[in-house]
């Protein structure tokens, strides 16, 4: 057999974050979603189980079943590759950490419910994504229009719909990558 050394692990952080993901999802088919729920799930706890502080930010890894899957990494899979590429693993990192930590808190604080889910970091990445053209003291229009039809959307659905979709996450996700774009792109542009 040929080495395949021409297939690059083009995207470390975005391919090892789906990774990760899809062993939670296995692990969580295993163990009757046992693990899911104790690891890769946010939701109101006691702050002396350990871990409350694992599940404020490992909630992103985990998903209800492969649809939920495959509906998050297939945006991710698009969009991030491009993302580490423009700003770079380490600011990917932070970006994702933040906003799956900010999404968590955001859920113990506001809602009695569960969260699980990587569709904070989803929206995150498609408000980030409308800055990769950005010019010294011009906003793209496409921006603008992603960001309003974007924000707009969640909102109409959130009142019209009732449905198990954390709607307030792709807020604040989305919300996130607006700030990280304008903070990132602030520096590109003085530097």
Known sequence: M?????????????????????????????????????????????????????????????????????????????????????????????????????TGIVQILFFDTVLLGASGIVFMFMILASFANVRSGRIPLTLIVVFVLFLGREIVSGLTIEDSISRVTHIVGGVCGAIFGFIINRKEISS
């Not at 062993?23 to 046992?34: C, E, P, Q, V």
């Open 2 to 102: 040929k080495n395949l050394a021409f297939v690059q692990y083009n995207s470390p952080v975005v391919l090892t974050f789906v990774a990760i993901s899809f062993f939670a999802m296995l692990l969580g088919n295993i163990t009757d979603h046992a693990s899911t729920l104790a690891v890769f799930s946010v939701y109101r706890s006691s702050f002396t189980d350990p871990l409350a502080y694992v599940r404020i930010f490992g909630h992103v890894f985990g998903h209800a079943d492969f649809e939920h899957f495959f509906s998050n990494f297939l945006i991710l899979l698009l969009v991030g590759p491009i993302l580490e590429e423009k700003y770079g693993a380490k600011s990917l990192i932070y970006t994702m950490g933040f906003t799956a930590v900010i």
